[in-house]
């Protein structure tokens, strides 16, 4: 029977093993998979396969710098347990990989995976190979490649954070000292766009609706006018008893601060006060002073997730943005790209009770 590409995809998707050794194992067992499975088990070829269930969040992120200093490759592998992730061929093998990322011709993590790695065939064989030979799942989880006239790079934590940051203009010393310090800033403060310019109009809407949500469903954070007016509501028979003459006790009260009612305040009326907000919400929205609340809370989140508006770091004064810092090392200095990998960011980590586990085993 002839040996088809679809085959010897399917083999690998059950075993794990390399495309010569599925290839091989399908010629010997006539196009059999089940068959082909077996045979590679019979030769070890698929250990790779019993692990491939199991949650690889740990790991590393390793940077690559070409030659010229202007083009750096950033990739993340993960690994089942840190252990590994300290593990000197494991951390040569990740090395060896972002080095090969220099060349790849996209971000594409499948390209990638089928790209050329020396003898031991692509990068999805030798990781299948290292997978067998180390005992844990692995997997290569994305890469990524950043070019300009000057390029700085981070890695934080010995491979737990890396980061890649490219700007536009010359590159003197004090420009790649200072897009050193901003990569930096990109792995502590893990900005989600450089500038407010790349937010989209459909992400702000969002962002102001959530902010608005947010507001009404926490009216005590509401402006004075606004919360007094909800309070005269909620006494109005929507609140209990209590919670109506804990009120009435605070508000004779002239020295008591506002700020701590809701500590006094049942959850349930804390419940029914925010359903009193919501339900007012167009009211409330035409409030020029809930307006000027919602566009304060958009703009600190705007500062929290742009680069260039959050404060510097490193700010002498506590107050300069990354905007005019970078404006004071040079005026042509620009920011053309940033990127930034953590290891396991996004993967969702089993918990593990031990306890439990060697319970259970000595139950057995």
């Not at 949650?55 to 990739?75: F, H, N, P, Q, R």
């Not at 934080?156 to 203009?169: A, D, E, F, N, R």
């Not at 809930?290 to 506590?318: M, N, P």
């Given at each position: ?113 089928a790209?050329?790695?020396g ?30 006239d000057?390029?700085?790079t ?28 901003i ?12 500038s ?28 004075k ?118 290891v ?21």
């Open positions: 029977m002839a040996v088809t590409a679809k085959m010897v995809k399917e083999l690998r998707e059950i075993t794990g093993s390399g495309m010569m050794d599925c290839k091989k194992a399908l010629v010997e067992t006539d196009g059999d998979i089940q068959a082909a499975v077996d045979y590679l088990k019979e030769k070890g070829l698929a250990k790779a396969a019993k692990k491939a269930g199991r949650i690889a969040a740990e790991g590393l992120v390793k940077i690559a710098v070409s030659e010229d200093g202007k083009t750096a490759a950033i990739v993340e592998v993960n690994s089942e347990t840190d252990f590994v992730s300290k593990n000197e061929e494991f951390i040569t093998f990740v090395d060896d990989l972002a080095k090969l990322a220099l060349t790849a011709e996209s971000d594409d993590i499948e390209a990638f995976k790209m050329s790695f003898e031991e065939g692509s990068v999805q064989d030798a990781l299948t190979a290292k997978i067998a030979k180390i005992g844990e799942n692995m997997s290569v989880r994305r890469i990524a490649k950043a070019s300009g000057v390029v700085s981070y890695i934080h934590g010995g491979g737990l954070i890396g980061s890649i940051v490219v700007g536009s203009g010359e590159a003197s010393d004090e420009v790649k000292a200072a897009l050193t310090n990569a930096m800033q990109v792995a502590a403060m893990s900005p989600q766009y450089v407010r310019n790349e937010i989209s109009q459909e992400e702000l809407d969002k962002i102001r609706t959530n902010t608005i949500g947010s507001a009404l469903n926490d009216p005590f954070t509401l402006p006018p606004i919360l007094n007016a909800l309070l005269d509501k909620a006494v109005d028979g929507v609140w209990g008893e209590e919670d109506t003459n804990i009120l009435a006790e605070k508000r004779a009260d002239k020295g008591f601060n506002f700020n701590y009612l809701p500590n006094f305040i049942s959850e349930e009326g804390k419940a029914k006060l925010a359903e009193l907000a919501v339900a007012d919400k167009e009211n409330i929205m035409g409030n020029k002073i809930f307006t000027g609340l919602v566009e304060g809370r958009i703009s600190k989140q705007l500062k929290d997730i742009c680069l260039l508006d959050q404060v510097y770091v490193r700010a002498e004064d506590g107050k300069q943005t990354v905007a005019k810092y970078l404006e004071s090392v040079s005026k042509d200095l620009s920011l053309a790209q940033v990127v930034r990998f953590a396991g960011e996004g993967i969702e980590k089993k918990e593990e009770d031990f306890a439990a586990e060697v319970a259970a085993q000595l139950n057995k």
